[in-house]
């Protein structure tokens, strides 16, 4: 059962086909936007929208070529269809929905984050469920219990920032360009080690909640008035990397011993930063628990998790995948994802 991924949602345009028979990627293809964006400081939705328009067509066709199958065989074409930048989001949902229709297999709408805290299930070692996944991207820092398929439950949330924004905003701070969060973790690695300490928020809370607005205020009030230099920028660097991971990790410390429950899976774009994943590994030595990363390339956005994601819902629902009844569809550029209805 072949099934064509779509991820278009902010400055990525990802495809993939997913063999969901056999349980194998065949292959995934991804063009980032990041170049286009960065003289702006940030993700421009208008431009983002034209280029994904540009890039889908050829995208795909190149990986039909590279697998060589081709879109006849498809069972389905899955596409994300929330949250997002909604114009981004229309351009993948009505070439998905295209696609399908011409075809006459069904299209799936997936909820990006859903396909982020998923994908960790298709490597070799897989988590099984129930288990605590840590969203950590661009626009999102949230704790979930995820008891299966379509069944999430929110532990806690960022009140402001996301921790990938923070990063960003940082990293704009020190001079570092768009999107500053992997260039920021480079810069900290010749920082020293506490020279500077900034603010943990919220670390002894007692909850899951989350706040980094007030850690990147932090950096400004350090580094204003300061001459440009290199070697202060990646001690600020190193202080600001460190609050982050020492805040993400006592909050999945607790959401371990809160929910009793044994694995760990971390998702998004800062689930690549290595300084967080080998402090997560050590927290769990410590507690006792397994931690699950998907593979560094799949971290950021791409169309693997969406492909993967509708195998996944399309399986729970034990149904052959059937075309639509009419032609409509809808995208949802604000969608929680707790409030997704079980498959
Ligand atoms: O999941 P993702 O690709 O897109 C969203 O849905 O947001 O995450 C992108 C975010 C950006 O904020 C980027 O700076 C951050 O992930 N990021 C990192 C690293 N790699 C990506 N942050 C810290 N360290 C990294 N190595
Ligand atoms: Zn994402």
């Known amino acids: 059962m072949l099934i064509l991924g779509i991820e278009t949602s902010c400055d990525e345009t990802g495809v993939a086909l997913y ?13 980032s936007q990041v170049a286009m964006h960065e003289a702006y400081g940030g993700v421009v939705p208008e431009l983002a929208s034209r280029d994904h328009i540009r890039r889908l067509i050829p995208l795909s066709r190149g990986l039909f070529q590279q697998c060589g199958r081709a879109p006849g065989e498809l069972a389905a074409v899955a596409f994300t269809e929330g949250p997002g930048l909604i114009g981004a989001l229309l351009v993948g949902a009505s070439f998905a929905q295209g696609l399908a229709f011409a075809l006459g297999v069904r299209a799936i709408g997936i909820h990006h984050l859903e396909g982020h805290l998923l994908l960790p299930l298709l490597g070799e070692r897989a988590p099984r469920f129930p288990f605590v996944a840590l969203l950590v991207s661009g626009g999102h820092t949230q704790l979930m219990r995820v008891e299966g398929v379509g069944h999430y439950v929110l532990l806690g949330e960022t ?25 920021l973790s480079r810069l900290a690695e010749s920082g020293t080690p506490g020279r500077y300490r900034l603010p943990r928020p919220m670390i002894a809370s007692g909850d899951l909640e989350f706040s980094f607005s007030g850690l ?41 011993k809160t929910t009793g429950l044994t694995q760990l ?28 990363y998907p593979e560094p390339e799949l ?45």
Not at 224 to 241: E, I, K, S, W
């Open 19 to 31: 063999d969901a028979g056999a349980g194998r990627m065949l292959a995934h293809a991804v063009h």
């Open 159 to 183: 009140q402001d920032d996301a921790a990938g924004e923070a990063f960003d905003k940082t990293a704009k701070v020190l001079g570092l360009g768009y999107p500053g969060g992997p260039a």
């Open 216 to 256: 990147k205020t932090a950096v400004l009030q350090l580094v204003r008035g300061t001459a440009p230099n290199l070697q202060f920028h990646a001690d600020v660097a190193r202080a600001f990397q460190d609050a982050v991971v020492d805040v993400l990790v006592a909050k999945c410390g607790l959401a371990m």
């Open 265 to 292: 899976v971390v998702a998004g774009g800062v689930g690549a930063n290595r300084p967080l994943r080998a402090a997560l590994d050590a927290e769990a030595r410590r507690q006792g628990f397994d931690v699950f």
């Open 299 to 343: 971290c950021t956005d791409n169309g693997a998790m969406i492909a993967f994601a509708a195998g996944l819902r399309l399986r729970a629902e034990r149904t052959a995948p059937t075309p639509p009844a009419a032609f409509r569809f809808t995208v949802r550029p604000r969608w929680a994802l707790d409030s997704l209805a079980a498959a």
